[in-house]
């Protein structure tokens, strides 16, 4: 089945940055979009960023200018640069990878995607 691997997450203090990176080795399952979902405490599951192979991205609005998702060339590792961090932003992210039929509000739902990370802490800190 293969292995999302995530890396880059750690504890910042609000306004700084980070940048998380996931590696699909050896992954065998179809899949066209790559994304970073996160989960705050006591919170559900919640879409943070998408891109499609096509480059095409996809953000959650609240995210919007501060967060950036990227591929490498070989499509094969997903990044997400994120500045101007919050407290808010504290959460444990995952990347997550899976073929989907259409792009839009599908790839910021986490039950669009077959495919995930152990996840990664991120916290922000006042």
């Known amino acids: 089945q293969g292995h999302l691997v995530e890396s880059g997450g750690g504890s910042v203090q609000a306004g700084g940055s980070l940048r998380l990176s996931c590696v699909a080795s050896?992954?065998?399952?179809?899949?066209?979009?790559m994304s970073w979902v996160r989960q705050a405490p006591a919170k559900d599951r919640e879409g943070a960023a998408a891109?499609?192979?096509?480059?095409?991205?996809i953000y959650d609005d609240a995210l919007k200018g501060r967060f950036t998702i990227s591929q490498d060339r070989d499509k094969n590792k997903a990044n997400l640069q994120m500045n101007s961090l919050k407290p808010e932003d504290t959460a444990t992210y995952y990347c997550?990878?899976?073929?989907?039929?259409?792009?839009?509000?599908?790839?910021?739902?986490?039950?669009?995607?077959?495919?995930w990370g152990q996840g990664t802490q991120v916290t922000v800190s006042s």
């Open positions: 050896e992954y065998t399952l179809s899949r066209n979009v």
């Open positions: 997550a990878a899976g073929l989907l039929w259409e792009w839009g509000s599908l790839a910021m739902r986490p039950d669009a995607y077959n495919g």
């Open positions: 891109i499609r192979l096509n480059g095409s991205t």
